[in-house]
């Protein structure tokens, strides 16, 4: 990995993962993908080239990865779940035919591909506790039968052709930085920003419903480590389980209510991303990834809660 085409840049993982491509690849150029109306600001757009790169436009894509002699692509436009619940033809756009684009730009030019899955290409007759690498995938929403198609083809591009292709299925993801959107894991994103401003939070996730999360920091490390793994090490390929934490907005409040005592929040559940999360499983077995290449996350639900309150006091100012 050398030469980086980043679809999505400014979005929820590339605005972070990005940033990191262009500090861990010192002699490599990271492109900053994007569509209008998303341009990137700040030190994203000063740091390195971005271009406009539309999945749905093959022959834009073909002429950024020739420009820059791209040899890898990281593939994160997509719809998240409960937008892709109200528009499912404009996910099915964006993520199946933009994917299959992204792959024939990297069959006919050489690059390696990483498109992300998630615990969204799971659904209710999967195991939910202990989630295992390969078991049933029948996801009841729009998002999660992308998502396990995205595996199926990427991988067959991979057996078919040769395209070096590897993912992982990220949990929930949460962030200091760029506010993910229309997810049914966003939740546990808003609940830090509601206690640190000192306002009550009104949650759209019933107690008990338990889901997979992930701090960003381990969720970039992901993305990088799967592409750097040795390939004679890999059993699977898309896409891997990678866990770190497992909880209910109960004990996330709780977490928080020990930093931020004076926290109160309230249940007025959204029936959409409640179904989604319902169907979703509560807790994947990551062990093909720590055996295959080494996954380790470094944050727990203790450590992030500290380092995102920290971050969100200094980006607030409160
Ligand atoms: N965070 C995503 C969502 O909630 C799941 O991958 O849609």
Redesign the pocket.
Known sequence: MKNVLVIGSTGQIGSELTMKLRRHLREGTIVAGYIKGSEPKGALLESGPSEIADVRNAKGLTEIVKRYKIDTIYNLAAL???TAEQRPLLAWDIQMNGLINVLEVARLNHCAVFTPS???SFGPSTPKVSTPQDTIQRPTSM?GVTKVATELLSDYYFHKFGVDTRSVR????ISNVTH?G?????YAVEIYYAAVKGEEFVCPIAAGTYMDMMYMPDALRAAVKIMEADPWRLIHRNAFNVASMSFDPEILAAKIREHIPTFTMRYQVDPVRQAIADSWPDSMNDRAAREEWGWRPKFNLESMTIDMIAHLRGKLGV
């Open positions: 998240l779940s409960a998630s615990i969204g998002y990220f949990p929930g993801l993910p229309g997810g049914t894991t966003d």
